[in-house]
Structure formats: structure tokens, C-alpha cells
Antibody
Framework: EVQLLESGGGLVQPGGSLRLSCAAS????????MSWVRQAPGKGLEWVST????????DYADSVKGRFITSRDNPKNTLHLQMNSLRAEDTAVYYCAKDHNPNIYMDVWGKGTTVTVSS | EIVMTQSPATLSVSPGERATLSCRAS??????LAWYQQKPGQAPRLLIYGASTRATGIPARFSGSGSGTEFTLTISSLQSEDFAVYYCQQFNNWPLTFGGGTKVEIK
């Protein structure tokens, strides 16, 4: 069974940093792109970032470009999201998702981890 | 950026009735359109990809149609477990974009 488990969320002050992780199991991790999608309280879904299977290619939403870095550790089946210079508007539930290959739609989602940016 | 617009924002339907949800793209996305279902407190779940292909395990009462800029998700006979929020997403262009969602509620 394909499973994704996010961790690392919490409360952080504006300007601070946080690193999210997503542990994957049940599939050949390195064969699939992975994405981060977030959902602010009471709002819809917002794509954040996608990383290719090898980790060489990444793409980011303009709202996080230059502040967030997505990476992956394929031998450890783990996806990461390094979030820097956090703002109040980054407050959201962050989901990691396994993408179809090569079309980037999310066919399996984790349960999410909550990030709150507040002083 | 391709803007995805869903309508209506809220749809009130009685159990057993048909529900028709719309998703419009600001420019053509070909058939590169997915639909997701999200229940309160849960992660989204993939329903449809490629505009009309049901994901694994999705009941036949869910169907998708359309191409280009106009798409429809139809639930043929609403069951109690179908009351949820539905999102469309285009994967034809970067950045990937989602619609604002349609909430299907019990009438």
C-alpha cells in the first residue's frame, strides 16, 4: 500500500524557518515526481512545489520561489520542504503528494502537517 | 498562469439526485485536467485524471467530461459519502493550478 506521512509542522515566528519531511513507502520512490500542496485555513488548494524523480528538476509557485526549497533523499524514501523567511500567509496545512509520471497530477496524498506562522 | 474557475461555489443536492459541477480554464489545457474530492478534516483524493478517466477504486457514478477550456464532473446518484468539496486541477502548464472548489451539500 502506498503511504505518505508528513512531519515537521509547528508554530514559527514570522521570518523564521521550518523543515517539513514526508516519508514514503509502498512504491519505487525514485521513479516518481513528488509535490507539495498547501491549504490555508478555510481556503482551497494551492500548489507549492514539484520535484522530479531524480531530484534534478524542481519548480515552485511564485508565492514561495526564493524562500522554499524542495529536495529528496531517494535512498531514504523521503521528501523535504525547507521553508525560510516564513510569513503569516504561509500558514496552512501542507500535504505531500505522489505524482503520476509524466503527467503531474497527484494520485496519492499524505494526511498533511500544519504550519502556523505567528508571533 | 492558467486560472481555473469552478461553478457553482456551493451545490445543494438531495441524496439520489444527479450533481453536475463545472470547471473552466482561462486557456486551453487540452485534456490535462484532474478532479479531487476532499472531505472535512481529510486530505484530497484523486477522482478523475485526463479529464475523463476514473482513478483506481472510484465508483462508476463519478464521471468526467470535456476538453480545452470546459470540463464537467458528474455524480449520477449522490450517496451520503459524496457530500464534500470538489476541486479541479490543470496539469498542462506550469504553474499547476487548482480551481477554487465546489462544495456539494445536502439539500
Amino acid at each position: 500500500e502506498v503511504q505518505l506521512l508528513e512531519s515537521g509542522g509547528g508554530l514559527v515566528q514570522p521570518g523564521g524557518s521550518l523543515r517539513l519531511s514526508c516519508a514514503a513507502s509502498g512504491f519505487t520512490f525514485s521513479s516518481y515526481p513528488m509535490s507539495w500542496v498547501r491549504q490555508a485555513p478555510g481556503k482551497g488548494l494551492e500548489w507549492v512545489s514539484t520535484i522530479g524523480g531524480s531530484g534534478a528538476a524542481t519548480d515552485y509557485a511564485d508565492s514561495v520561489k526564493g524562500r522554499f526549497i524542495t529536495s529528496r533523499d531517494n535512498p531514504k524514501n523521503t521528501l523535504h520542504l525547507q521553508m525560510n523567511s516564513l510569513r503569516a500567509e504561509d500558514t496552512a496545512v501542507y500535504y505531500c503528494a505522489k505524482d503520476h509520471n509524466p503527467n503531474i497530477y497527484m494520485d496519492v496524498w499524505g494526511k498533511g502537517t500544519t504550519v502556523t506562522v505567528s508571533s | 498562469e492558467i486560472v481555473m474557475t469552478q461553478s457553482p461555489a456551493t451545490l445543494s443536492v438531495s441524496p439520489g439526485e444527479r450533481a453536475t459541477l463545472s470547471c473552466r480554464a482561462s486557456q486551453s489545457v487540452s485534456s490535462k485536467l484532474a478532479w479531487y474530492q476532499q472531505k472535512p478534516g481529510q486530505a484530497p483524493r484523486l477522482l478523475i485524471y485526463g479529464a475523463s478517466t476514473r482513478a483506481t477504486g472510484i465508483p462508476a457514478r463519478f464521471s468526467g467530461s470535456g476538453s480545452g477550456t470546459e470540463f464537467t464532473l458528474t455524480i449520477s446518484s449522490l450517496q451520503s459519502e459524496d457530500f464534500a468539496v470538489y476541486y479541479c486541477q490543470q496539469f498542462n502548464n506550469w504553474p499547476l493550478t487548482f480551481g477554487g472548489g465546489t462544495k456539494v451539500e445536502i439539500k
